[in-house]
């Protein structure tokens, strides 16, 4: 239940602060007074769009503030959700905007998102404007309407999981028979390109080894040459390098047991023959082992064209890349081998969830239909008590050729005011008093099978007068005994219903206009219903109507 509303710099506001009560209670005021601007501040802070327009004429900032009791609506698990804090008995929603454009909201005093404000800002005051007339044409509304009253919710909630399950498997297996299809036009040429690769049993490093091997091959006389000048050298003739190290040796030995110094110059030339006697067997083996062989270079030059071919053509620059190409083509082949596996798991899942949503969407079918008559007869109850005693109304269903996240009904709802009138879709009959009765018919019915904290109707009188306005004023004062309910109002019938009863109001000074609201005593409803009644001149007949309205004696 709204408890008060603090409106600080909004329009023509400078400064608001209200008191609500439960029961009904009614805003009147003159046309052009603000009642407007004061829905306007409750929306804000219900989380709708705030535009700098809205804020006072020469302010920075506008501040919008409510309190609500919420001692008999179990709100915890939605504020555990969002991570709030939570009292169980008073909720404080702020809205807060800046002439730069930015805004803040806020709910007790934690900064939040907007789109969070507004989703709890629903579960408090369902707001009905004239423009939500219009809506009683839309499909969904209807189809809203009827699970509000055939109290669905529950299985509405389990079958959009079914559903959105359903859909969840259908997408995977859609995306998988895609893969698949795109995996199975390129498979030849994945085999293609393994098979060419397997081919060349590529080994690693070989490139390098084979590279190596062939700048050897290519210059095997030139290698051949040095080879021999280098064994030449050490041994190939009589002034050769061992041949004089081993003289010298047998120089520094014979004069070591007169002249034991040498004995270390003797050592260290025997380690240096002994050294270059092994890199001259080394350099021998070497001249043996070089030898031009044209078939193996042609097959060296053959396999590295391979390597390099196989690199050009895959954009890579060594063996191990290749190697890993290849491998996650094998990989690649396998999994496409598998799809066929996977797909025919998902086929199994889709349909279990598909019959899984369809029985749901049955049994929510079942439900709907099985509320409709006692709707139709609420409804055509009601008109009659609103004036229309010869009204029919009818819901027809029908199923749709596919389900979506609603169900499988199709809604629509079929009106006729007259006896002698055929029943036609609401929309192409139906005048703007019968559509704005209607509406609180409907309005009527579901805050008696709903726990609606609180609704707000913002002139839904439209187009009515007399008795019928006095009798909508006293559905909705009947509502207001299971609910808090607020009329904004231009009708006198209406206003006299309420058991409090606000104005609002301008005043113009030096300074400008001003809006205010103000809640009146029971001395004060009298003018103000006088004033509904009569119009710009108060007349004696207007007052004691006024007073008989109200109840109010002498």
Known sequence: MLKSLTITNYALIDYLDMDFGPGFSVITGETGAGKSIILGALSLV???????????????????????????????????????????????????VWSNGRSRAFVNDSPVYLNDLKELGDRLIDIHSQHQNLALNDELFQLMVIDSLAQTQGLRNAYAEAYAAFRSAEKQLNDLRELSRKNKAEEDYLRFQFQALADAALQPEEQETLEAELEAITHAEEIKSALFALTSLLSGNEQNVESMLKSALESARSIRHVFPKTEDIAARIESAYIDLKDVRQEAEQLFEEVDFNPERQQWIEDRLSLIYSLEKKHAVTDVQALIDLQQEIAAKLKNSESLDEKIAGLEKEEKEKREDMLEKARRLSEMRRAAVPSIEHGIIEKLAYLGIPNARFEIRMAEKTQPNETGIDRMRFWFSANKNTDLQPLEQIASGGEISRLMLCIKALIAGATALPTIIFDEIDTGTSGEMADKMGSIMQHMGSDMQVIAITHLPQIASKGSAHYVVYKEENDEGTRTYMKKLSDEERVPEIARMLSGAETTTEAIENAKVMLGVNG
């Open 46 to 96: 219900l989380g709708q769009r705030a535009e700098s327009r809205h804020i006072k004429q020469g302010e920075t900032k506008c501040t919008v503030e409510s309190v609500f009791d919420i001692s008999k609506y179990d709100l915890r698990p939605f504020f555990e959700a969002h991570d709030w804090v939570y009292d169980a008995d008073e909720l404080i929603l702020r809205r807060e």
